[in-house]
C-alpha cells in the first residue's frame, strides 16, 4: 500500500466502513429559554427560533430569542452581582472557574457530540481540539484569578463592570471559553450571545455554569440573532464589549461605541498566508496545507487560505496536495472517519459557493476531487484554484470555508511584499527547514500569529488577535487578561 504510487488504486484501497459516535449519551431538550440571573427564563415576547443540524437540515431544538426587554433584564442582573463577584478574593472567584473547566471535562464527550451536531464540524475535531481547549481555557484563567498582582506587578488592577460578548458560529463552546474565562478571572460579570446557528453547547455551558454554583447574575447567556447582539452592543450600562465575527459587523459595533465610555475589542476575519518554501520538507508541508484551510470546513478566521509555493517545487507541492486533497472524506459530522463536516449554514455555503463561481468567472483553474456527498445538508468540496493573482477576489477577500488560493513566488521578498498584500493581518504560515528564514518572516509578515511549520495550532497560554481589519485586542495568555481590566 505504501509503496503504491498510482493515484487510482491509491484511492481505491482506502475504504472505511462507517464508524458513527453514538448519540444516545447526550440529553438535547425540546426548547431551551435564556440563562439570566441564575436562572432559565422565558423570553419576554416569546419568540422561539430553530436550530437545525446542518448535515441533514432536520430541525435539533427551540431556542429563546431575546429581546432587547430581556438583554436588559440580563444586563441589569449582572450590574446587580458585580460588585459582589468583583470584590470576591480570586482564589474564591478561582474555585468556580475550576468547577466549570472540571465540569466540561467530565461531560466532554456529549459536548463533543452536540458541538458537531449543531455545528457540522467533525467529531474528531470537537473530540480532540473545541472542547478540551475549552475546557484548557477555564482552567488556565482560573489559575491567573488569584494571581492578578505577578500579571500586573504594581498596578493594581480593577475590573471593568458588566462586559457584553459575542460569539460566532465556527468555535461554539471554545469562543464562549475564550470570552468568559478572562472576563471572570479578573472579576467582571458578563452578558454572552452566542451565534444563532449553534446556541446549543453555550445552553449546555450554562446549564454546568449554574451547577457550579456561581453567584447568580454573574453569568447571564442570552439566545438570538443580530438584533439581540445590537441590544448588548448599543445598552447604555455595558462597560465593554468584546466582539468575535465578520469585519462587516466588526466595523458596525466600533462605529455604535465610538464616543461612549465602552471598551471594545475585536476579533475579525483573515486571508492568512500560507508560505511553502523549497527546503521545506514537502509531504509534512502539504500535511500543514491540508490542516491550514481544510480544517473546520476552512470556517476559521485564522485559515490559511492563500497559499504561496517557492517556484521550484510548485508543481511537486500542487501533485502531492491534490493527491492528498482525493482522499478526504466529506459527510456525516458524526463519524470518526470525516476530515471535512458540513457547511455550517445554507446561508454560508451560498457565500461559497458564490466565491467558487466568481473564482471560475475570473478566470482562475479550479480543482475539486470528487466527492459522494450525503443526499441531505449543507457540503462543499474542498477546492484549490490555481492560476490566480493578488488581484482576483477570491485572493483578497475571506470565504470563510475549504477553498484555496494558490500563487508561487521566487524571492523571500517577494512573498512577503505579497503575503502583506491584504487588508487583514490575523494569521501565517512558514515552512522551511531554515530557523533563521522563520525568524526573518515573523518579523517581516504583519500577522497577529505566526505558525513556524505548523498551522492552526492553539493553546490557552498564548496570545491571539490581529491586525489592519482583523481587529485589535488580544485573547489567551497573559495578554488576554489586559482587555478585562483597568488601572486607577
Ligand atoms: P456575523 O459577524 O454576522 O456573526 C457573528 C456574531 O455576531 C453572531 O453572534 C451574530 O448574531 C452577531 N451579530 C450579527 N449582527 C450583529 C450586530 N449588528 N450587532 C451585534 N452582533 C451582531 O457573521 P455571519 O453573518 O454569520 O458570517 C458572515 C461572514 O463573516 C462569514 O462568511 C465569514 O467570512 C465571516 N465570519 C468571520 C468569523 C471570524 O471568526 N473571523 C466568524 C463568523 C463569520
Ligand atoms: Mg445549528
Known amino acids: 500500500m505504501a509503496k503504491n504510487n498510482n493515484n487510482n488504486i491509491f484511492k481505491a484501497s482506502w475504504t ?62 449582572a450590574r446587580k452581582a458585580f460588585k459582589g463577584w468583583a470584590a470576591l478574593s480570586g482564589k474564591e472567584r478561582g474555585k468556580y472557574i475550576f ?60 475590573p471593568l463592570g458588566v462586559v457584553g460578548q459575542i460569539i460566532p458560529w465556527n468555535f461554539p463552546l471554545l469562543m464562549a471559553a475564550w470570552k468568559l ?33 456561581i ?27 468584546a466582539f468575535t465575527g465578520s469585519t462587516g459587523v466588526g466595523k458596525y459595533i466600533q462605529k455604535a461605541t465610538a464616543g461612549t465610555n465602552k471598551k471594545l475589542t475585536l476579533e475579525l476575519g483573515g486571508k492568512g498566508a500560507n508560505i511553502i518554501f523549497e527546503d521545506a520538507s514537502i509531504d509534512q508541508a ?39 486533497m482525493e482522499t478526504l472524506i466529506v459527510g456525516n459530522p458524526l463519524d470518526k472517519n470525516t476530515d471535512i463536516g458540513a457547511i455550517n449554514s445554507k446561508k454560508q455555503l451560498k457565500t461559497i459557493e458564490n466565491y467558487i463561481k466568481i473564482g471560475i468567472n475570473e478566470g482562475g483553474e479550479i ?57 487583514y493581518g490575523l494569521s501565517a504560515g512558514v515552512w522551511t527547514e531554515k530557523g533563521s528564514k522563520i525568524f526573518h518572516l515573523t518579523q517581516k509578515l504583519n500577522a497577529g500569529v505566526i505558525w513556524g511549520n505548523t498551522f492552526n495550532k492553539f493553546d490557552a497560554t498564548s496570545p491571539f488577535g490581529g491586525y489592519k481589519e482583523s481587529g485589535f485586542g488580544r485573547e489567551g495568555g497573559l495578554h488576554g487578561l489586559k482587555p478585562y481590566v483597568k488601572f486607577e
Open 367 to 423: 480543482y475539486q476531487p470528487e466527492c459522494k456527498f450525503p443526499t441531505q445538508g449543507n457540503w462543499c468540496a474542498p477546492t484549490l484554484f490555481l492560476n490566480v493573482s493578488q488581484s482576483h477576489r477570491i485572493v483578497q477577500e475571506e470565504i470563510f470555508g475549504p477553498v484555496l488560493a494558490v500563487q508561487t513566488f521566487r524571492t523571500i521578498d517577494e512573498v512577503i511584499e505579497k503575503a502583506n498584500n491584504t487588508p
Open 181 to 213: 474565562a478572562p472576563a471572570l478571572a479578573t472579576g467582571n460579570t458578563v452578558v454572552l450571545k452566542p451565534a444563532e446557528t449553534t446556541s446549543l453547547t453555550a445552553l449546555k455551558l450554562a446549564e454546568i455554569i449554574h451547577e457550579s454554583g
Open 286 to 324: 502539504v500535511e500543514g496545507i491540508v490542516n491550514a484551510i481544510f480544517f473546520n470546513q476552512g470556517h476559521v478566521c485564522c485559515a490559511g487560505s492563500r497559499l504561496f509555493i517557492q517556484e521550484s517545487v510548485a508543481d511537486l507541492v500542487i501533485e502531492k496536495l491534490k493527491r492528498r
Open 16 to 77: 472505511y466502513d462507517e464508524a458513527p459516535e453514538s448519540i444516545d449519551h447526550i440529553q438535547i431538550k425540546e426548547q431551551y429559554d435564556l440563562y439570566i440571573d441564575g436562572k432559565f427564563t422565558k423570553p419576554i415576547k416569546g419568540k422561539y427560533f430553530d436550530t437545525i443540524n446542518p448535515s441533514n437540515g432536520e430541525k435539533i431544538a427551540n431556542i429563546a430569542e431575546a429581546s432587547s426587554e430581556d438583554v436588559d433584564k440580563a444586563v441589569k442582573a
Open 99 to 158: 468547577r466549570i473547566a472540571r465540569l466540561i471535562q467530565e461531560r466532554a464527550r456529549e459536548f463533543a457530540v452536540i458541538e458537531s451536531l449543531d455545528g457540522g464540524k467533525p467529531i474528531r475535531e470537537s473530540r480532540d481540539i473545541d472542547i478540551p481547549l475549552a475546557a484548557n481555557h477555564f482552567f488556565y484563567y482560573a489559575g491567573w484569578a488569584d494571581k492578578l498582582e505577578y500579571a500586573f506587578p504594581n498596578r493594581d488592577p480593577k
Open 215 to 241: 453567584p447568580k447574575g454573574v453569568v447571564n447567556i442570552v439566545t438570538g440573532a443580530g438584533e439581540t447582539g445590537a441590544s448588548i452592543v448599543n445598552h447604555s450600562d455595558v462597560n465593554k464589549i
